[in-house]
């Protein structure tokens, strides 16, 4: 008979060990390690299964470059984020807390998928009539919409074979199991075993297998971290539990950019895209109001305005308190730094705190500039005008400099209906400035804040 072997996996970085540690010594994590016990039958047979013909090799010169198929899955934003639709063959993984709309999602794209191609959707969580009562809610009904609740992996995989589906949706990957791995389902080499036979069957036949990954405590997706390695795209999907607001993007994806962003909003009637995100993040905005400053920001190639706030009140402390949402704290604390250095703003007996509105979170330089106005706004207690919108990036001399794809940064502030816009002196002399738009260039933050206030 046979003996078991233990194996160890990091749930980090997915590297095996043939006993426990305390410490990862591939990534250095702590305390990652969980046991999986392996039979040497089952390794030989799982490697085995019979889920596509065998292939040859070929001259790279023979490989068909047009063998990337795209095809749009009905929804502009998720397109968008998958760099122009979905591939024929590919593996996405999309993961998010619980209730988010991650199930609500891929079976509203199932109307428009069905109308050219064949849908199999595998649900672990929810019956059969589970799933057909949510689908009228959502009014998805099309006769090439196959369903399926099932959680053993062998019967998934012949349940493919005989109906040859284009689209495959598993939901969940932590609901499935190997009948010839011992472990638990969810567990660690469950849910690498699985996601291996559903990348075989994937690019072996050229199914395009779309994959719901739970998320655990730290906001990543559950399982070792080999998974997000072994799958083509890796899609987030974020959203304020208090909010009907989501935002959908890419942690990574091999066949485009990983900056773009989808925005949806939950209604009754399921997901409803937001082709102009910056409208509603920009909506209920206060007027009249010290302390608030537009941005200007790139998601990929998609320019996004956004409220950033900033509140400045006299401190309690021996040490002032810093905090920031949707901006990086420590580059706030930076840009405070400068601010109170180059623009003589006595920061140091004062409480900051930058929020930025809507759940946007702005990490690319453009925002430094609209981040000090805002906080020498509040604490000049002076209000910015409504109509302006400040870009640049800020460096320590207080110098401002000039950031990419400013032509299609100031398009869109005046489609939205801005008037004022704070740019970098630096490099405005070949951009084609809008006719409705005033454009004040300016080299340092002092120049910018005289400006805006």
């Not at 490099?427 to 005033?438: F, R, V, W």
């Amino acid at each position: 008979m046979a003996k078991t072997k233990t194996i160890f996996f990091c749930t980090e970085c997915g590297s095996e060990y043939p006993k426990w540690q305390g410490r990862c010594p591939a990534c250095g994590a702590w305390n990652t390690m969980q046991e999986h016990i392996v039979k040497p039958s089952a390794v030989g047979k799982a490697e085995s299964a019979p889920i596509g013909k065998s292939r040859k090799p070929q001259p790279i010169c023979q490989v068909d470059s047009e063998s990337e198929i795209r095809f749009s899955t009905g929804m502009g934003e998720l397109d968008r984020v998958l760099g122009g639709g979905a591939v024929a063959g590919s593996l996405v993984l999309v993961g998010g807390a619980p209730g988010i709309g991650k199930s609500t999602l891929l079976l509203q794209i199932c109307n428009r998928l069905c109308e050219e191609r064949k849908v199999l959707y595998i649900s672990g969580e929810e019956s059969e009539r589970q799933l057909k009562l949510r689908a009228q809610r959502l009014r998805v009904s099309p006769a090439a919409l196959f369903i399926l609740s099932e959680t053993r992996l062998t019967d998934i995989l012949q349940s493919a074979e005989e109906i040859q589906p284009d689209i495959l949706i598993i939901d969940s990957i932590q609901t499935l199991y190997h009948e010839q791995n011992e472990s638990s389902p969810g567990s660690v080499s469950q849910v690498k075993d699985c996601t291996m036979a559903l990348m075989q069957l994937s690019k072996s036949q050229g199914i395009t297998v779309f994959v719901v990954g739970h998320i655990n405590k730290d906001g990543n997706i559950a399982g070792p971290k080999v998974l997000e390695h072994m799958v083509d795209c890796v899609l987030y999907f974020e959203g304020d539990p208090n909010s009907s607001y989501r935002l959908l993007r890419a942690a990574k994806n091999r066949f485009g950019s990983t900056n773009e962003i989808g925005v949806f909003e939950m209604a009754d009637q399921g997901l409803i895209e937001v082709p102009n995100p910056s409208q509603m993040l920009l909506e209920g905005r206060p007027e009249s109001a010290s302390g608030t400053c537009v941005a200007c920001v790139m998601e990929g190639t998609r320019p996004i305005l956004a409220e950033v706030q900033a509140l400045v009140t006299k401190t309690t402390f021996n040490v002032p308190r810093r905090a920031s949402d949707g901006f990086d704290f420590n580059r706030a604390v930076l840009l405070m730094a400068v601010t109170e250095k180059r623009a003589g703003l006595k920061l140091n007996m004062f409480d900051a705190y930058i929020n930025v509105i809507g759940g946007l979170r702005l990490d690319e330089p453009g925002a430094d500039l609209p981040v000090v106005l805002a906080v020498a706004s509040s604490y000049r207690d002076q209000v910015i005008d409504s109509g302006l919108v400040a870009i640049g990036e800020v460096g320590l001399t207080g110098e401002i400099r000039s950031v990419s794809n400013m032509n299609q940064r100031l398009s869109e502030v005046a489609r939205l209906g801005f008037s004022k816009c704070i740019i970098p002196r630096n490099g405005s002399e070949k951009l084609d400035i809008p006719a409705e738009l005033t454009v004040y260039r300016v080299r340092n933050i002092c120049e910018a804040i005289e400006t805006a206030l």
